[in-house]
């Protein structure tokens, strides 16, 4: 299947600092890519949908000046955390779908582990 | 607000036997139908999609939906303690190319 890498696995960083994830489509084009963040027990809660070349679409309560997204390429997609704190510590999943054909699935990267001290 | 629902668990079955996860979705022009499975501390990995009526057939697994109920099902045949995992059921809505909603999922164990 489609591969998805998705760096750093983990990181932790301090209270104030901006961390950035890289989320990379390696055989396939992605127009479009997906950020989804995880809590402990809880499900895949979409946080927003990264677009190529234009801005990225944010679920309502998803602060977009902090959850910076950049999609420069068909396969690459970059979530910046600025001045995180430790509410923002959860496991960060990008997906990606595509472009060039498939039937819908998302295919998902290994996932960030961030945790704010 | 489109919702994914299914019962958390944890469901338990024996070795061998075979484990029925549910889940029901509200956005009734839903279209896309998939099941992933995560181990912890892992990022969901594609079991199944459905697309139409009836089941679907891959090896152990067997995934049914009914677009009438609004119900998809997925069925593991031989059960195996790797089966252990949570089973997230995602829906894609219309217009297709719009991100997976995700259900709770269901935690399933699998004893020897």
């Known amino acids: 299947g489609a591969v998805v890498s998705q760096h750093p696995s983990r990181v932790i960083c301090k209270s104030g600092t901006s961390v950035k994830i890289e989320c990379r489509s390696l055989d396939f084009q992605a127009t479009t890519m997906f950020w989804y963040r995880q809590f402990p027990k809880q499900s895949l809660m979409l946080m927003a949908t990264s677009n190529e070349g234009s801005k990225a679409t944010y679920e309502q309560g998803v602060e977009k000046d902090k959850f910076l997204i950049n999609h420069a390429s068909l396969t690459l997609s970059t979530l910046t955390v600025t001045s995180a704190h430790p509410e923002d510590s959860s496991f960060y999943i990008c997906?990606?779908?595509?472009?060039?054909?498939?039937?819908?699935?998302?295919?998902f990267g290994e996932g960030s582990r961030l945790t704010v001290l | 607000q489109k919702e994914v629902e299914q019962n958390s668990g944890p469901l338990s079955v024996p070795e061998g036997a075979i484990a029925s996860l549910n889940c029901t979705y509200s956005d009734r022009v839903s279209q896309s139908f998939f099941w992933y499975r995560q181990y912890s501390g892992k990022s969901p990995e594609l079991i199944m999609s459905?697309?139409?009526?009836g089941d679907k057939e891959d090896g152990r697994f067997t995934a049914q939906l009914n677009k009438a109920s609004q119900y998809v099902s997925l069925l593991i045949r031989d059960s195996q303690p790797s089966d252990s995992a949570t089973y997230l059921c995602a829906v894609m809505t219309v217009p297709a190319g719009t991100a997976l909603i995700f259900g709770k999922g269901t935690t399933l164990s699998v004893s020897s």
């Open positions: 459905i697309y139409s009526n």
């Open positions: 997906s990606a779908r595509n472009a060039g054909g498939g039937t819908g699935e998302l295919f």
